[in-house]
């Protein structure tokens, strides 16, 4: 049973930093490529970051220079760390392997003005 727990989440104001944490089990960690995404309330859920199973990371053009995902395999652990956080970035948080894909719960990011 796959299992996803994000945690980190809060409100924070703008300019300040956050690091979102998503242990997973049930899945072999090593081998999945991980993602965060976000989702705004009125809005699709969007990609933010990912880091493949290699360790290569992308970012959406909107968080570059800003975030920073990374991981550890020995914990089951992929990260998020938002820096310079904006308004703009409000919004719930959710970690996702591809194998197989997958949803959490998510966590709430709310950054104020």
């Known amino acids: 049973q796959v299992q996803l727990v994000e945690s980190g989440g809060g409100l924070v104001q703008a300019g300040g930093s956050l690091r979102l944490s998503c242990a997973a089990s049930g899945i072999i960690f090593s081998i999945n490529d991980m993602a965060w995404y976000r989702q705004a309330p009125g809005k699709q859920r969007e990609l933010v970051a990912v880091?493949?199973?290699?360790?290569?990371?992308d970012y959406a053009d909107s968080v570059k220079g800003r975030f920073t995902i990374s991981r550890d395999n020995a914990k089951n652990t992929v990260y998020l760390q938002m820096n310079s956080l904006k308004p703009e970035d409000t919004a719930v948080y959710y970690c996702h392997p591809d194998r197989p894909p997958y949803w959490g719960q998510g966590t709430q990011v709310t950054v104020s003005s």
């Open positions: 880091i493949t199973r290699s360790g290569s990371t």
